[in-house]
């Protein structure tokens, strides 16, 4: 099984930045991609930012400029740094991998999320 603990979330002002981690563990025979979606109160779920193996990534619109995704270490640990926060992105923030576990075998996996609360 494999499992997925975000890390980072809080209170900040808007404007401010902050920065969130997420840390994979488990029976991970590779890794497809890991990225970071939100979902505010009353919305639906969004991807906000993603990263392929390869190092490829992808923004949501309104986060280009303001987000990046990073690998860390070269292991299974990603950061989402989030600069010129908005209170419109008040939200939980969730961590997301696809991965496969064994050869021809893979699977989505999602953390249990951190609380963003952007706010004065």
């Known amino acids: 099984q494999v499992q997925l603990v975000e890390s980072g979330g809080g209170l900040v002002q808007p404007g401010g930045s902050l920065g969130l981690s997420c840390v994979a563990s488990?029976?991970?025979?590779?890794?497809?991609?890991m990225a970071w979606y939100r979902q505010a109160p009353g919305k639906e779920r969004e991807l906000v930012a993603m990263r392929n193996s390869g190092g490829g990534t992808n923004y949501a619109d309104s986060m280009k400029g303001r987000f990046t995704i990073s690998r860390i270490n070269g292991g299974n640990t990603v950061y989402l740094q989030m600069n010129s926060l908005e209170r419109e992105e008040t939200a939980v923030y969730y961590c997301?991998?696809?991965?496969?576990?064994?050869?021809?075998?893979?699977?989505?996996?999602w953390g249990k999320g951190t609380q963003v609360t952007v706010s004065s």
């Open positions: 997301t991998m696809r991965a496969y576990v064994t050869v021809g075998e893979w699977d989505d996996y």
């Open positions: 488990g029976s991970i025979f590779s890794t497809v991609a």
